[in-house]
């Protein structure tokens, strides 16, 4: 690298604390902003306040060297050359993004530049939020040659962020002139040029020395749009194959046979053809109603992605749906949830489908118990323990005397249970599958009544006669064996 860049970042939550952890493992100077005082207390003793593979590591490695923790945002911004703001946008009103936050920190920042700063937006923002942040540092009587403003999106996944930020797909950078475009390219050049990648302890991943992160420059106002348009048609993706899921039962067909057909097209890709409870957590559902807010307010229709949050809600009463046929009635069942987190490998709950389905149960009178890996803490918050909902150690736990067991997030752990051991706990062996992480015929063998979704129920044999036949075994590729 050419010379390590002075990074302010502000804002420890997913995308800050990753980022500046990261950033501080290529090489880079980092302090990381927040103004609650007891998370950086906590980010300064070694505590990590949410859940991520690999950044306790990372955190413990630069912690007090390479990086940093302050609430003092003035003294961080004035040292630094390139200020990343990730605080949170969160839905507002009408579906567009509350841009409150962003705005109270760039009012921040403005008393604090007494030299050249590159201001870089990290948060996911509509387009055109770069005008305002120099709108608002304008007001605040900062010359236009003190500064810049870049938009850089994250394209990060919970549970596989570290990994995402150091091996990415691409890094974009929308920058208006060379000046600020330049600094963002030393700022990612041991990512780009492969030199991360030749260090001995560098984090394995996509990426190589002969295989480096590809970057792309563009102008803000289209950098601002890749990150809402890249979220958006995932997210449409999981709305579709839902969809086509429905369909695919209504027919008795297999949509894991369907997903595998299309995602073979190398045009459309396997990724994101899941069939499930649909998507949540706290960058789809936003995103998608910020991008149709954003469409709106420009004149443009794009009806299409109300269609994608009308399907995505709509999956969750299929689901539902699923669950009272196969009880009959719900008042007085014991169902044992296994999943809280809005997806496997994750603590975050925001928007999950599984608290939903969860919350829709209890209003039907049934009784919860529920087990998941890393999200109890922070579901307790939100549904605090109570006769008809509990909390387990384990998933056996969960699972002991229940009327069925309820998979609700993809959870690695939860697709390598004892089917034996689990039978044993149930009083009756009936899983309804929100993930699909088996296979009918194996759970068939196991003695249970498996119902998943956008594929036909699996019927244990003392329950009527399977509809699944033995020589489904899932679709095979022409030249494999």
């Known amino acids: 690298m050419s010379k390590p860049v002075s990074i302010c970042v502000i804002g420890s939550g997913y995308v800050g604390l990753v980022a500046a952890a990261c950033f501080a493992e290529i090489g880079h100077h980092v302090v990381c902003v927040d103004n609650d005082e007891a998370k950086v207390k906590q980010l300064r003793d070694g505590g990590v306040p949410i859940f991520e593979e690999h950044l306790p590591a990372l955190l413990a490695k630069?912690?007090?060297?390479?990086?940093?923790?302050?609430?003092?945002?003035?003294?961080?911004?004035?040292?630094?050359?390139?200020?990343?703001?990730?605080?949170?946008?969160?839905?507002?009103?009408?579906?567009?993004?509350?841009?409150?936050?962003?705005?109270?920190?760039?009012?921040?920042?403005?008393?604090?530049?007494a030299s050249y700063k590159v201001i870089v937006e990290k948060s996911t923002v509509p387009v055109y939020t770069n005008d305002w942040i120099r709108r608002v540092l304008h007001r605040h009587g900062i010359e236009p040659e003190r500064f810049d403003v870049v938009s850089n999106p994250e394209f990060l996944r919970e549970g596989t962020a570290v990994l995402d930020f150091l091996h990415p797909d691409r890094i974009v950078v929308?920058?208006?002139?060379?000046?600020?475009?330049?600094?963002?390219e030393r700022?990612?050049?041991?990512?780009?040029?492969?030199?991360?990648?030749?260090?001995?302890?560098?984090?394995?991943?996509?990426?190589?020395?002969?295989?480096?992160?590809?970057l792309v420059v563009t102008s803000t106002q289209s950098a601002e749009?890749?990150?809402?348009?890249?979220n958006a048609f995932l997210a449409m993706k999981i709305s579709f194959i839902n969809a086509v899921a429905n369909l695919a039962e209504a027919v008795d067909a297999d949509i894991e046979d369907i997903s595998a057909g299309i995602g073979l097209d190398s045009r459309i890709g396997r990724k994101f053809l899941r069939a499930g409870l649909g998507y949540g957590g706290s960058c789809f559902p936003k995103d998608v109603a910020a991008f149709?807010?954003?469409?709106?307010?420009?004149?443009?229709?794009?009806?299409?992605?109300?269609?994608?949050?009308?399907?995505?809600?709509?999956?969750?009463?299929?689901?539902?749906?699923?669950?009272?046929?196969?009880?009959?009635?719900?008042?007085?069942?014991?169902?044992?949830?296994?999943?809280?987190?809005?997806?496997?490998?994750?603590?975050?709950?925001?928007?999950?489908?599984?608290?939903?389905?969860i919350e829709m149960l209890l209003n039907a009178g049934a009784i919860v118990t529920a087990f998941d890996p890393a999200a109890m803490e922070r579901t307790k918050e939100v549904l605090p323990p109570a006769e008809n909902m509990r909390y387990a150690s384990d998933l056996y736990s969960a699972a002991k005397d229940a009327d069925a067991v309820l998979i609700l997030t993809d959870w690695k752990e939860f697709a390598e249970v004892d089917l034996a051991r689990l039978n044993r706990a149930m009083r009756f062996p009936i899983v309804i599958d929100g993930r699909n992480l088996y296979k009918p015929l194996e759970m068939q063998s196991h003695g249970f009544?498996?119902?998943?979704?956008?594929?036909?129920?699996?019927?244990?044999?003392?329950?009527g006669k399977p509809r699944v036949s033995a020589g489904s075994k899932g679709p095979r590729e022409r030249g494999t064996k």
Not at 76 to 100: C, R
Not at 199 to 204: G, K
Not at 225 to 230: L, M
């Open 292 to 357: 149709h807010w954003v469409a709106q307010e420009r004149g443009v229709d794009f009806q299409l992605l109300e269609e994608v949050r009308k399907i995505n809600e709509t999956q969750k009463d299929v689901f539902f749906n699923k669950v009272r046929s196969a009880l009959w009635t719900l008042r007085g069942k014991r169902l044992a949830a296994l999943g809280l987190a809005f997806k496997g490998e994750t603590d975050d709950i925001r928007d999950s489908p599984a608290i939903s389905m």
């Open 449 to 463: 009544t498996y119902v998943s979704v956008g594929r036909p129920t699996a019927y244990h044999a003392q329950e």
């Open 225 to 230: 749009i890749i990150k809402h348009a890249s």
């Open 62 to 113: 630069h912690r007090g060297r390479s990086v940093t923790f302050t609430s003092d945002l003035s003294e961080a911004v004035e040292k630094s050359e390139a200020v990343f703001i990730a605080v949170g946008t969160p839905q507002g009103d009408y579906g567009a993004a509350d841009l409150s936050y962003v705005e109270a920190v760039v009012a921040e920042i403005a008393r604090s530049i």
């Open 187 to 214: 700022i990612y050049e041991p990512l780009t040029d492969g030199s991360y990648y030749a260090q001995p302890d560098a984090l394995p991943g996509t990426c190589s020395v002969t295989h480096p992160a590809q």
């Open 174 to 184: 929308g920058a208006n002139n060379e000046r600020s475009a330049t600094v963002l």
